[in-house]
C-alpha cells in the first residue's frame, strides 16, 4: 500500500459524550495513511485429492484453507490444481499444502499436509476423522499449526468472533468462527443485547441487557443460565475483562454521573475504580494488566485517556480530531486502535501508547467503527455501514486486505476471543 502523508490541523472544542464546558484548542498533527507494514510469505496450495465423490456442504477443503491464508495476512497464495514446481519456483513458494480425504461411514477422515516445494518433504502432517460439518474447524486448526511451523507464533483460524446481530428487529448477542461461518445465538431476549466481551478463558461471555429497561450487565457461560452481574448497581455497561485475573473494568451512571468501577463478577462485590470530575466509559485493560484506557469528556469532547491499574499516571492519549472513542490495546502491547470522528465520518486509526505516530487505517468507505484485535496482534475486525447495512470485516493491522465476513442482516459491536488452551504444537515430520 503506497504511503502518503499530510498535515492536519484540528479544532479541539466541545462535542462532548455528555454535556460539558468546552476548552478550544489548535493542534498540528501528522497522520500516515495506510502503511504497510507486513511482511508475507509466498505458499502454494493444492486441492486435497478425494478418495470418493463427496456431496459437500460448504467449501472444499483447500478454499478453506486458501480463505485462512488470506485472512491471516502472512501468505501470498499461489493456488495451482495440481503440484507444479516452476509455478511455485516462480513465485519463490517454498512450501505448498494440500491433502486428502476419505470417506470413514459417516465421517470423513481429512489428512493435511505442508510440504517443501523442491524436496517434497513433509514439513507437517495431521489427520482428523471428524463430521463433515466440523471439517472446517480442524482445517483451522491445521491452519494454525501451520502458522506456528513456519512463523514461529501462533495462528488466529482457531479463534472465535462475538458480536451484535439485529434478528427478528431485535439486537442479540451471536457468535461465530473467526471467519464468519459457525454462528451460534448467545441471547434470545425480546429487549436489546449489546457490549459483548469474553470471559476469561473463553468460558463464555459478558454483555449488555435492557430487560429492566436500563442497561444491565449479564454474564452467560457457553452451555449455561444468564445471570445479572453487580445487580447493586442501576446502570453498568461497556464491560472489559482483565486478562489476567478476569475481573470486570465498566462503566455505572449514578445520578447522571459516568465513572469507572471494577469488581469481581463471581462475587458480585464492585467499587469504583477511579475518582474524577469527569465522565468515564469504554474502557480497556492493557495486555498485561497494568494500565487501561477509556474514553472521557474531560478535555471537552470524547478523547482517549490512559492510567494505571491504580488509579496512577493519568494522560491524554489523543489530540487529534474532536471525537475519539472505544480504544482497544494490541496484545503485541504497541499500539492503540480507536474510532474517531472526521468530516461527519467515523473512521479507525491507531497510535503509539503516547498518541504519536498515528496511521488512518479506513477512509472513504462509509462509517468505521468499534475495532477490536485479534489475540496475535496482526488483524482487527469492525463494523461498517460501506456496503449499506453494518457488517464485520477483518482487515490487516496497516489496514490492508480488508474482507468481509458477514453478509446478512445488520451486525456491530465485534470483540474477538482470546486464544484458546488447546492448542497442540506441531511435530517436526521428516520425508514422506
Known amino acids: 500500500m503506497e504511503k502518503m502523508r499530510f498535515l492536519v490541523s484540528v479544532a479541539a472544542f466541545a462535542l462532548a459524550m455528555l454535556p460539558v464546558t468546552s476548552h478550544a484548542t489548535i493542534d498540528t498533527i501528522a497522520v500516515d495513511v ?41 501468505f501470498d497464495v499461489i493456488s495451482s490444481d495440481k503440484f507444479d514446481l516452476p509455478k511455485f519456483s516462480k513465485a519463490h513458494a517454498k512450501h505448498y499444502i494440500t491433502g486428502k480425504v476419505t470417506p470413514v461411514g459417516k465421517m470423513l477422515k481429512v489428512e493435511c499436509f505442508l510440504y517443501a516445494s523442491q524436496t517434497k518433504d513433509v514439513m507437517l502432517g495431521e489427520s482428523y476423522t471428524v463430521e ?13 499449526q501451520v502458522i506456528y511451523r513456519l512463523w514461529g507464533e501462533r495462528g488466529v483460524a482457531s479463534t472465535k468472533l462475538a458480536y451484535v446481530s439485529k434478528m427478528d428487529g431485535v439486537k442479540q448477542v451471536v457468535v461465530s468462527d473467526y471467519d464468519g461461518f459457525h454462528r451460534s445465538q448467545i441471547t434470545r431476549d425480546t429487549t436489546i443485547s449489546m457490549m459483548p466481551v469474553w470471559m476469561k478463558g473463553n468460558a463464555g461471555l459478558y454483555y449488555v441487557n435492557f430487560k429492566t429497561h436500563r442497561p444491565k450487565l449479564y454474564s452467560k457461560t457457553f452451555g449455561g443460565v444468564e445471570k445479572s452481574v453487580f445487580p447493586q448497581l442501576e446502570q453498568t455497561y461497556s464491560p472489559a475483562v482483565n486478562p489476567k485475573t478476569g475481573e470486570l473494568l465498566f462503566s455505572s451512571t449514578v445520578d447522571g454521573k459516568t465513572d469507572l468501577y471494577i469488581g469481581d463478577p463471581s462475587t458480585g462485590r464492585a467499587k469504583k ?23 472521557s469528556d474531560r478535555g471537552g469532547g470524547p478523547q482517549i485517556f490512559a492510567m494505571g491499574k491504580d488509579g496512577s499516571d493519568l494522560r491524554r492519549v489523543t489530540f487529534m ?17 480507536y474510532t474517531s470522528m472526521d468530516a461527519g465520518h467515523m473512521n479507525i486509526y491507531t497510535c503509539a501508547l503516547d498518541g504519536s505516530d498515528i496511521v488512518q487505517l479506513t477512509s472513504n468507505a462509509g462509517n468505521n467503527e468499534h475495532p477490536t484485535w485479534s489475540p496475535d496482534g496482526k488483524l482487527i475486525a469492525f463494523a461498517s455501514n460501506r456496503s449499506g447495512s453494518y457488517q464485520i470485516y477483518i482487515m490487516r493491522k496497516d489496514g490492508s486486505n480488508v474482507t468481509r465476513i458477514t453478509n446478512s442482516g445488520e451486525n456491530t459491536s465485534p470483540t474477538w476471543s482470546f ?5 497442540k504444537q506441531p511435530k517436526k515430520e521428516g520425508k514422506k
Do not use: C
Not at 54 to 65: A, G, M, Y
Not at 132 to 144: T, Y
Open 273 to 295: 475504580f477511579a475518582y474524577l470530575k469527569s465522565n468515564q466509559t469504554s474502557p480497556a485493560w492493557s495486555p498485561y494488566a497494568s494500565e487501561v484506557l477509556f474514553t
Open 321 to 337: 480530531g474532536r471525537y475519539n472513542e472505544r480504544a482497544a490495546w494490541s496484545p503485541e502491547g504497541d499500539r492503540i486502535a
Open 419 to 423: 486464544f484458546y488452551d488447546d492448542f
Open 34 to 74: 495506510g502503511i504497510s507494514v507486513f511482511k508475507t510469505m509466498p505458499i502454494g496450495v493444492v486441492p486435497f485429492a478425494e478418495k470418493k465423490s463427496i456431496d459437500w456442504i460448504e467449501e472444499k477443503p483447500h478454499l478453506i484453507v486458501t480463505r485462512d491464508a488470506n485472512l491471516s495476512g502472512r
Open 132 to 144: 463433515q460439518k466440523d471439517m472446517r474447524r480442524a482445517l483451522h486448526q491445521f491452519f494454525d
